[in-house]
C-alpha cells in the first residue's frame, strides 16, 4: 500500500496530498489579492503548476479542475487566464461555480486533482 504524502502541512490544512498516484490540491488562492480576476487567476494557476511539479506531474494530467469565483461577471475574465494556461488538446473536465470565498478581496480558489506520471 502507497503511503500518503502531503505537501505544505499547516495546522488546519495541507497544499496536497499525493496517494496511489493522484495528487490532491487544496483550493488555490492568489497571494495577492489586489490583482483584478485575471492577474489573480494567473497567480493561482502558476501555483498550480509548482505543486503539481512537486507531485512529480503537470497540467496535462488534471484529471478535474474546481473552480470557484466570488462574481460571476468575472467570469470572462477568469477564463481568459484559464484559455492562456490550459494544454491544447488536454482541457480537462471542470465546474465553475460562484462562491464566497474565505477572504473577501479573493476573487477566484482553484482546486485540482492530477494523475502522478
Do not use: C, H
Amino acid at each position: 500500500m502507497s503511503s500518503i504524502r502531503r505537501v505544505n502541512v499547516e495546522k488546519r490544512l495541507s497544499d496536497m496530498a499525493v496517494y496511489n498516484g493522484v495528487a490532491y490540491l487544496a483550493g488555490q488562492v492568489p497571494d495577492d489579492a489586489t490583482l483584478d480576476m485575471a492577474g489573480q487567476t494567473r497567480q493561482v494557476l502558476a501555483t498550480i503548476d509548482r505543486l503539481l511539479a512537486e507531485a512529480g506531474t503537470d497540467k496535462t494530467k488534471i484529471l478535474m479542475a474546481q473552480i470557484f469565483v466570488a462574481n460571476m461577471k468575472e467570469f470572462d475574465a477568469m477564463n481568459q487566464a484559464w484559455d492562456e494556461w490550459v494544454a491544447a488538446g488536454n482541457s480537462p473536465p471542470r465546474a465553475t461555480v460562484e462562491a464566497r470565498l474565505a477572504n473577501p478581496d479573493y476573487k477566484v480558489e482553484i482546486v485540482v486533482t492530477a494523475a502522478v506520471n
